[in-house]
């Protein structure tokens, strides 16, 4: 890695960035925030992806067990991180469940976040709450088994960083982020994904996206992007190459030209891109391509014959 | 035998299998699975999945292997259902054995955050029909209960674990859902699983269990020291010790699956092998060995 790499990757995304998001507003003006799940969604079938923001809308629906539990993992561990250490001066590994409910506790009694508001209001119910508590800690048991203890030198659990152009926020979902930024772009973003069913391929997808959106928000390009899969335990590194770049950002364009197309247009069955994806697919049986995908192609079931 | 006695201080618990032994076993499906999935045109893009149910099918009756699922219903499912659910709460709470009436509510409150229908379903019953069945709820969670271990946050216990591995480039996955999980890596102790089944204890029970075993073994890079099936329905509990031996079973099996898999994918007839399973068997209706048998 050269002195300036990171940075140099950096400007030459930059410079290609800012117009290309323009361009896919065409002119709209209204806030729109992007992440790795838009840009993944919008890639798999446009169409379908257009249908779901035209008929639920892309807002925020409010917290619940399977949207906070990867918030107050984090959380959890930040705390536990930022506490007084014991005599000896060192963090001992913590237990997932202990620091979870310790998070939960401290959320309810002191609400400091959005998250913590929710745990701590009184419409939210003790089932609730122990469900949070429960994926909580498989999501952080996950991420201490992958990336170990101590955790590797200078992690930092900050979220990722936000770029802005325009009306447009891209947002990068990062979990941790290991070394030092430098010019040189010597740090990783990780990624922690609890299930590797979409395959590999959308996974070097989902790190596309994150080295983009890390990149563009920090002025500098990571050397690469890591994703853990906690089911598989397999380790997917893509390096934040150029072309692995410029693939992220293709794909965080497409999704906010079919963010603004879906204000006037919905499902199209022209833009269906048919796959794996129909068999679990809300609209399959509103969806003609999807329908005859599934009776062709796709009429294997989990790559078996299906008998009439 | 309880759960709570494995998860004892001074358990017998074998030495968890570890190294070589692992890398052999990925190696050899590996190989079974790349030729297969060449053969049979499976991709990553387009892959065979395969779960635990996939596996014992496959090896016990093709024919049933590719016949879709009717909707799971009913009170059986229910039932075990309730138990899953107290088995995760009391993983992440204590649950007071005294207290069973307490532990269903729980149970049935998991349940619903879980998007589960089964409180509605439970709702459509008549009033004496649901009240037989929480009847039968509580006894079954109580007898989970009794041999379920103090909540200790020290063995890491976490719910629906999620293990899976990728073959031929991903061609071929083979995933499953462990109901609860204990130690094991990055901790010191022993990696423990533990499946819940609402109804009787079956034979098929153990294949289920190793298939997991060998599954958590590859994805940790070392084997759980056991995996112990609890079964609400006649409060019998199975518990296996991992050895070598049992995690080459899984193995084979795998490759044997696999290897029916791609005849089935190249067309031929999938084999009708009628057993007691019979009865419950969406093909029934199709499967004229299967009527016969059931006959």
């Known amino acids: 890695v050269s002195a300036g790499a990171g940075r140099e990757r ?32 919008a890639d798999r079938c446009p169409a379908e992806y257009r249908g779901r923001l035209a008929e639920l809308g892309g807002d925020w629906e409010g917290w619940s067990p399977v949207i906070a539990a990867r918030s107050v993992a984090r959380a959890a561990l930040l705390t536990y991180l930022e506490s007084p250490p014991p005599p000896g001066g060192v963090h001992r590994r913590p237990d997932p469940l202990t620091i979870v409910r310790d998070q939960i506790a401290m959320a309810r009694t002191n609400p400091v976040r959005s998250v913590d508001e929710w745990l701590a209001d009184a419409t939210t119910t003790d ?7 429960a994926r909580a800690t498989r999501w952080l048991t996950a991420l201490l088994r992958m990336i170990g203890w101590p955790l590797p030198p200078r992690t930092s ?18 979990d941790a982020t290991s070394g030092r930024v ?6 990783e973003g990780l990624v922690l994904v609890t299930s590797s069913g979409r395959g590999v391929a959308a996974l070097r997808d989902r790190a596309c996206v994150e080295a983009a959106a890390m990149t563009l928000g920090r002025g500098i390009a990571p050397a690469a992007v890591v994703v853990l899969t906690a089911d598989a335990g397999d380790r997917i590194c893509v390096a934040a190459s150029d072309d692995a770049l410029a693939r992220g950002l293709d794909l965080i364009v497409a999704a906010v030209r079919e963010r603004v197309t879906a204000r006037s247009v919905g499902y199209d069955e022209a833009d269906t891109r048919p796959g794996q994806h129909c068999r679990t697919c809300a609209r399959a049986d509103r969806c003609p391509p999807g329908q005859a995908w599934l009776a062709g192609p796709g009429r294997r079931r989990k790559g078996l014959p299906v008998l009439p | 035998v309880s759960v709570a006695a494995l998860l004892a201080p001074g358990a017998d618990l074998p030495e968890p299998v570890a190294g070589t032994v692992l890398d052999e076993l990925r190696g050899m499906l590996e190989h079974v699975a790349s030729a297969a999935a060449v053969a049979a045109d499976w991709t990553a893009a387009d892959p065979l999945r395969l779960t635990k149910t996939a596996v014992a099918w496959l090896i016990r009756c093709p024919r049933r292997a590719v016949t879709p699922d009717s909707p799971a219903a009913g009170r059986d499912v229910a039932l075990g259902a309730v138990v899953d659910a107290a088995t995760k709460v009391a993983s992440v709470r204590r649950l007071d054995p005294a207290d069973v009436d307490g532990a269903v509510d729980a149970a049935l409150g998991w349940l619903d955050v879980d998007g589960a229908d089964t409180t509605t379903w439970l709702e459509s019953l008549p009033p004496e029909d ?9 006894d079954r969670v109580g007898r989970m209960l009794a041999g379920w271990p103090p909540l200790d946050p020290a063995w890491w216990p976490r719910v629906d674990d999620w293990v899976r591995v990728h ?21 010191a ?14 034979d098929e029970h153990r294949a289920d269990a190793h298939l997991y075993a060998l599954l958590s073994a590859l994805r940790d890079g070392r084997a759980p020291a056991a995996v112990a ?29 696999i290897g029916e898999a791609e005849r089935l994918a190249h067309g031929e007839v999938p084999v009708a092998n009628p057993g007691p399973y019979c009865v419950t068997c969406p093909a029934l209706p199709d499967c004229t060995e299967g009527q016969r048998y059931s006959a």
């Not at chain 1, 030459?12 to 799940?37: F, H, I, K, Q």
């Not at chain 1, 089932?127 to 508590?133: F, G, I, L, W």
């Not at chain 2, 102790?189 to 079956?202: D, F, H, I, N, Q």
Request: overall charge negative; proline content about 4%.
């Open chain 2, 167 to 187: 073959l031929a480039g991903g061609a071929i996955s083979v995933a499953g859902k462990v109901d609860a999980a204990f130690g094991g890596p990055p901790t």
């Open chain 1, 157 to 174: 659990l900050d979220d990722g960083p936000r770029w802005r152009a325009g009306s447009v926020t891209v947002v990068a979902s990062l």
């Open chain 1, 10 to 41: 950096a400007e030459r995304l930059l410079a290609l960035a800012a117009g290309a998001v323009e361009r896919a507003t065409g002119g709209l003006d209204e806030p729109m925030r992007v992440s790795w799940y838009d840009a993944l969604d």
């Open chain 2, 189 to 202: 102790r022993p990696g423990v699983l533990v499946e819940v089944k609402g109804g009787m204890w079956r």
């Open chain 1, 127 to 133: 089932h609730e709450r122990r469900a949070t508590a």
């Open chain 2, 130 to 138: 649901r009240d037989t069945f929480m009847h039968d709820a509580a």
């Open chain 1, 182 to 187: 430098t010019a040189a772009g010597e740090h």
């Open chain 2, 229 to 257: 099936t609890v079964c609400a329905g006649d409060g019998r509990i199975n518990v296996e010790p991992i050895r070598e031996a049992v995690l080459e079973s899984a193995a084979l099996r795998v490759t044997q699956a």
